[in-house]
C-alpha cells in the first residue's frame, strides 16, 4: 500500500486523523502508565527488602531483650521473692541461704557472683572484687520491685536485684550478677546472624566488649561494623557477602553509650532484588510491544464522521435541525452510527429542556424543605440568616436567632424508635408554627434542633415569646396510644452581639442553647459573653490537664467523717483539688465535668487509687489506726474490665494495720452498666474495701438497684437529710429510709451537715455517722491530720476554732479538758 493510500493520513489536504492522534497518544499513555508501573513495583519491592531487614534485626533485638527478662525472671522466680524470703527470720540468716544455695544456683544459671546488701552501702558478695552497682541498690530501694542493670567495662554482666522483707521486718536486697554470652547465643540459634555489645565512647579497637563470633568470618564482620558505627543502618561487603546491621539501645543498661550490634548476611536478598528487578525490566519491555501492536491495529479509518458531528453539536444544542452525512461506507463503523444517534439526540434534546424547566421547581423546593416536618431545612436558614442579617445592618435593627434543641430526644428514640421520633417531631413543628407569627420564619435544621428569627423585638419581649414556646411545647402529646411531656432547651443570641456575622450568631446561639442544657434542661438562657469565656475554658481545661497529673498540680484534701455518739473523727474524705498555675486553686465543679468526657478520666481515676492507698500506708506507718479513707472514681471507670482486678492488685501491696479503703460511686453508676458494676463490686468486696454509695436520695433512687448490689454504707444527701428539718413529710421519708438502711445491715453517714440544729436533729434521731462543714471543710492532709490529733487529744470533736462542739443531749466532759484551750 502507498502513502498516499493509507486511509489515516491525506497528503494533499496536510492532515493526521484523529484516530492517529488518539492510537499515538494510547501507545504514549501506555508506555508512561507501564513506566509508573515498573518504577513504582521497584519502589515498592525495595521498600518491602528495607522493612524486612529492619523487622529481623528489630526481633532479634526484642528477642535480646527478651533473653534478658528471661534471666530476670529465672532469678525472681527462684527465690520466690514474695514467699521465701517472707520466712527467714532475719538479713543475716538470708545470707547464709544464699552462701549455701549459690552453687547449685549457678548449675542452673550463669551467675558469677550473689551480694546480700543489708543497705546501699553495706553488703557482702561471694566475688567480692565485684560490688553490685550502687545505682541499681538506690533504684530498687526506692521503687521496692525487681530491676535489673546490665553493666560493662572490661567485660559485660547483667546484675539483677530483688528487694526482701523477712519476718522481723527487715528490708533489704539481693543482687546477682550473671554473665550475658548465653543469652547472645540463643538470639543466634535461629538464623545466621551476630551479635556483639560495644561502647561508642571507646576506642575502636576496645569498643567490642562482648561478641557471638558464631559466623566464619565474623571478626571480619565486626571489624567492619565498628567502622561504621555511628550510623543509623549498617551495610557493607565481608568476602562478596552483603552484610547489613543496626545499632540499639540496651534496655537497663548502665551508660548510654553501649549499644547493642546486630549483623545479618543480606546476600541472598540482594540476589533476589537483583532477579525481580531483571524479570521486570523484560516485563515492561513485552508490554510496551504489546501496547504499539494493539495501536497498529487500531490504526485503520479515519474519524471524518467524528470531526462533522463535533461540528454539528452547536446545531442539535441550539435545537436546530440536523441533516445526516450523504457518503456511507460499505461496512459501517461504530462513528457511522452517530447519524442516527444525532437525529435521535436532537428529537430527545428539546424533550429534556421542558423536563428540565418542570423539575427545577421542584428541585429547588426538595433542596429548601425538610421532607418530614415540611419546613425550610438548614440550607434555606442559612440563606435567610444571610439575607436577614445584611438588611438588619443596613437598617441598624436588632434581629434574635432563637435556638431549639428537645431534651432527651435521644432516649425517646432508642427506647420507643425512630418512628415513633419523627412522628414526635412533626408534633412538635405544628406546635412551633401555631406560635410562629411572633417571628418572621422558623427552620428545622436537622434532628431534633430547630431555629426561628425574630426582627425588631427587644429581650424582653423574645424571652417572654420563647418561655410560652416552651410552655405550649411541654404540654402532653399523645402518639399512638403513648402519651409524654417533651420539654426544650432553648438558647437566644442577638444580631449585635455577633456583629451581624451568620456563623458567629449560630454559634453563640448554640453556646447559649448548651447552658441551658447544663442548667438541667427545661429552661432559656440568652447569650452574654460569660458564655463564650466559659467555652473558651472547657478547651482550655482539656488541653491543660494532660499536665497536671505529671507536674503534681493535683491534690487530694481531706474532709473528716465523724461519729456524734464516740465525739470522734472516724475517717475521712478525699476530694480533688486543681493548683492550677494561672488559675490558682480549683474545686471539681470547675473542671470535673470537663475531664470526665475527655480522654483523662482513667488515668485520674488510678491516679487517686495510688495516692489513697499511699495515704492508708502513712496513717498505718505513723500509727493513726481506726481510719476510714473514702475516695471518688468516675463511673467510666468500670469501663475497664479489669479495674476491679487493678484495685485489688494495688490494695494487696500495701500495709494499712486496722485501718479501711472506702470506694465511694453513685446510684447513677451502677444503672448505667448494671451487671459488670455489679460483678466488679463483688469482687472489690471480697477483697476486704468496702463500698458506699454516695449522693442517695438526690435525683433516680432505686430501691431495687440497692438491694442487689454489694454495698457496706450509704451516704444521705444534703438536701435529703437538711429539708428534714423544716418539713414534716420528708422527716417520715427519712425516718423511715433510716430504719430500713439498718435492717438491711447498711451503714449510714449523713452529708452536708452545716449547722448545729442540722446535726442535733440527726442525733437526736438515731442517726451517727455524719460529714460537712459543721465538723470541717476539706482541708489538706497535714492540716486534717493535725486536727485529728486535735480531736484525740481533748476526747470530744472541735469546730474550725479549736473550740469543743456540744451536741444535744449533752455529754460530760472531763474539766482538765474543758480548760486545757488546746495546749495539750
Known amino acids: 500500500m502507498k502513502l498516499s493510500k493509507f486511509p489515516l493520513i491525506n497528503l494533499k489536504q496536510r492532515y493526521i486523523s484523529v484516530r492517529l492522534k488518539m492510537t499515538v497518544a494510547l501507545v504514549l499513555a501506555a508506555g508512561f502508565v507501564v513506566s509508573i508501573f515498573g518504577f513504582t513495583a521497584m519502589e515498592h519491592y525495595q521498600n518491602q527488602q528495607a522493612q524486612l531487614k529492619l523487622s529481623y534485626l528489630d526481633n532479634y533485638a526484642l528477642e535480646f531483650n527478651d533473653q534478658i527478662e528471661r534471666l530476670s525472671d529465672s532469678i525472681t522466680y527462684l527465690f520466690e521473692a514474695q514467699t521465701l524470703f517472707s520466712k527467714a527470720e532475719n538479713m543475716s540468716e538470708l545470707e547464709k541461704y544464699l552462701t549455701r544455695q549459690l552453687p547449685e544456683l549457678q548449675w542452673l544459671l550463669p551467675i558469677v ?28 530501694t526506692l521503687r521496692s520491685k525487681p530491676m535489673q542493670l546490665l553493666q560493662c567495662s572490661e567485660m559485660c554482666y547483667l546484675w539483677i536485684s530483688l528487694p526482701i522483707r523477712t519476718r522481723s521486718s527487715e528490708q533489704g536486697i539481693l543482687a546477682f550478677q550473671l554473665e550475658l554470652a548465653d543469652a547472645l547465643i540463643k538470639v543466634t540459634q535461629r538464623d545466621d546472624i551476630e551479635l556483639a555489645i560495644v561502647d561508642l565512647d571507646r576506642p575502636l579497637y576496645k569498643s567490642i566488649l562482648l561478641a557471638t563470633n558464631t559466623q566464619a568470618l565474623s571478626q571480619q564482620w565486626f571489624d567492619s561494623a565498628i567502622e561504621y558505627r555511628h550510623h543509623a543502618n549498617m551495610e557493607f561487603q565481608v568476602e562478596h557477602k552483603t552484610i547489613v546491621g543496626k545499632l540499639y539501645p540496651i534496655k537497663n543498661s548502665a551508660s548510654s553509650t553501649l549499644k547493642l550490634v546486630i549483623l545479618k548476611d543480606w546476600s541472598d536478598q540482594i540476589q533476589l532484588q537483583t532477579r525481580f528487578e531483571n524479570q521486570l525490566s523484560i516485563l515492561l519491555l513485552l508490554t510496551m510491544a504489546l501496547s504499539i501492536a494493539i495501536g497498529l491495529m487500531l490504526m485503520r479509518r479515519p474519524l471524518n464522521k467524528l470531526r462533522y458531528h463535533a461540528a454539528s453539536l452547536p446545531t442539535i444544542l441550539e435545537d436546530e435541525s440536523y441533516k445526516p452525512q450523504n457518503n456511507l461506507h460499505l461496512f459501517n463503523d461504530e462513528f457511522d452510527s452517530l447519524d442516527h444517534i444525532s437525529i435521535e439526540l436532537a428529537d430527545s434534546f428539546s424533550e429534556m429542556r421542558s423536563s428540565i ?361 444534703r438536701e435529703f437529710g437538711h429539708n428534714a428539718i423544716t418539713s414534716v413529710a420528708t422527716q417520715n421519708i ?31 434521731n438515731g442517726f451517727d455517722k455524719v460529714q460537712g462543714y459543721f465538723f470541717g471543710r476539706p482541708v489538706t492532709k497535714e492540716a486534717a491530720l493535725e486536727f485529728y490529733l486535735r480531736c484525740n487529744d481533748k476526747g470530744a470533736l472541735l469546730d474550725q476554732s479549736g473550740n469543743i462542739i456540744h451536741l444535744h443531749p449533752l455529754f460530760h466532759i472531763p474539766q482538765t479538758d474543758v480548760h486545757s484551750n488546746g495546749n495539750h
Open 734 to 764: 427519712v425516718l423511715s429510709m433510716r430504719k430500713l438502711m439498718y435492717t438491711l445491715d447498711y451503714e449510714i453517714l449523713v452529708e452536708g451537715v452545716e449547722t448545729l440544729e442540722h446535726a442535733n436533729w440527726l442525733k437526736q
Open 113 to 140: 557472683n550473689g551480694c546480700t546488701v543489708f543497705e546501699v552501702d553495706n553488703y557482702t558478695c561471694s566475688a567480692s572484687d565485684s560490688p553490685p552497682p550502687k545505682e541499681l541498690l538506690e533504684q530498687v
Open 357 to 717: 424547566a418542570a423539575n427545577t421547581k421542584v428541585l429547588e423546593k426538595m433542596a429548601m424543605e425538610d421532607p418530614l416536618t415540611e419546613l425550610p431545612n438548614r440550607t434555606a436558614f442559612l440563606e435567610q440568616l444571610s439575607k436577614a442579617l445584611k438588611e438588619a445592618e443596613r437598617q441598624g435593627d436588632e434581629l434574635s436567632l432563637i435556638y431549639i434543641d428537645l431534651d432527651n430526644f435521644k432516649t425517646i428514640n432508642d427506647t420507643l424508635g425512630h418512628d415513633f421520633g419523627d412522628l414526635l417531631l412533626v408534633q412538635v413543628a405544628k406546635r412551633i408554627m401555631r406560635l410562629s407569627e411572633f417571628a418572621s420564619s422558623t427552620f428545622r435544621l436537622g434532628g431534633d434542633e430547630f431555629t426561628l428569627l425574630i426582627n425588631k423585638k427587644d429581650k424582653d419581649s423574645v424571652l417572654g415569646f420563647a418561655y410560652s414556646l416552651a410552655q405550649e411545647i411541654s404540654r402532653d402529646i399523645t402518639i399512638s396510644g403513648v402519651s409524654m411531656k417533651v420539654t426544650l432547651s432553648i438558647g437566644i443570641a442577638t444580631a449585635k452581639q455577633a456583629e451581624y456575622e451568620p456563623q458567629l450568631l449560630v454559634k453563640y446561639a448554640d453556646l447559649a442553647m448548651y447552658s441551658s442544657k447544663r442548667k438541667g434542661r427545661n429552661c432559656c438562657t440568652h447569650f452574654d459573653i460569660e458564655l463564650a469565656r466559659q467555652n473558651d475554658m472547657v478547651f482550655t481545661i482539656e488541653n491543660q490537664f494532660q499536665n497536671a497529673m505529671s507536674n503534681n498540680e493535683l491534690e487530694l484534701y481531706l474532709q473528716p467523717q465523724v461519729s456524734m455518739k464516740q465525739q470522734a473523727v472516724t475517717g475521712f474524705e478525699l476530694l480533688l483539688r486543681w493548683n492550677h498555675p494561672t488559675q490558682g486553686l480549683m474545686n471539681p465543679g470547675q473542671f470535673l465535668d470537663t475531664v470526665e468526657s475527655g480522654r483523662h478520666i482513667l488515668p485520674l481515676g488510678y491516679w487517686v487509687i495510688d495516692k489513697s492507698l499511699a495515704l492508708l500506708e502513712e496513717l498505718n506507718t505513723k500509727g493513726y489506726n481506726g481510719l476510714t479513707i473514702a475516695f471518688n472514681i468516675s463511673g467510666r471507670q468500670f469501663e475497664d474490665k479489669n479495674f476491679a482486678q487493678k484495685l485489688i492488685s494495688k490494695y494487696k501491696t500495701i500495709s494499712i494495720g486496722s485501718n479501711l479503703l472506702e470506694l465511694e460511686i453513685t446510684e447513677s453508676v451502677a444503672v448505667q452498666n448494671y451487671q459488670q458494676v455489679k460483678n466488679q463490686l463483688n469482687e472489690i468486696r471480697g477483697a476486704g474495701i468496702r463500698v458506699a454509695f454516695d449522693d442517695f436520695g438526690k435525683g433516680f433512687t432505686s430501691l431495687s438497684y440497692l438491694s442487689n448490689l454489694a454495698c457496706d454504707k450509704i451516704k444521705f444527701d
